[in-house]
């Protein structure tokens, strides 16, 4: 391999792993991905009205008053843009399936001080993914929820 032909790769694996710190996204649509690849937002076309230059950032979630989530929060800027047309949030969830049922992974978005489940969670075992539509950017993170005797999750996540 030329230098050059290296130094063109080393660049583009550069610009690769700065992309996922922002995207800018309109009315097109698009998808941004956190660093670490396990959580995605897709916005579809016509959800933006302009441009908007969206960021995402892993984050700790004890600091945003959500001991009980399970894996990573993220934080997607924006903060309170919100969509003409739902979103789509995607996380991986291989290793946060282990010892817990499906039914009881869910969503939730942040909401000023509140965190609120998305209603319309997917569970996809065989691909490892969870993903729900949200109407704005936030931070977001799975939970886990109480399932009660009927097999129909409660309405709030549950705190340790």
């Known amino acids: 391999m030329s230098r050059s032909t290296l130094f063109s790769v080393f ?7 700065c992309s996922n710190e922002g995207v800018t996204i309109g009315p097109r649509g698009g998808t941004i991905v956190s660093n670490d690849g396990r959580f995605s937002l897709e916005v579809p076309a016509g959800a933006l009205s302009r ?11 004890t600091t945003m008053d959500l001991p009980g989530a399970i894996g990573s929060c993220y934080q997607l800027g924006p903060r309170g843009t919100g969509f003409l047309h739902p979103a789509t949030v995607t996380y991986e969830i291989d290793e ?10 869910a969503l939730s978005v942040r909401h000023n001080a509140d965190w609120n489940l998305l209603a319309d969670r997917v569970i996809d075992r065989d691909q490892g993914i969870l993903q729900a539509s949200a109407g ?25």
Request: glycine residues 8%; aromatic residues 4%; proline residues 4%.
């Open 96 to 105: 946060e399936l282990d010892g817990l049922a499906a039914d009881s992974l």
């Open 11 to 17: 660049a583009l694996a550069a610009l690769g792993a």
């Open 51 to 61: 441009e908007v230059d969206i960021t995402i950032a892993e984050a700790d979630c």
């Open 136 to 160: 704005y950017l936030s931070a977001f993170a799975i939970v886990e929820i109480p399932v009660v005797e009927h097999g129909e999750a409660d309405h709030g996540p549950r705190r340790n």
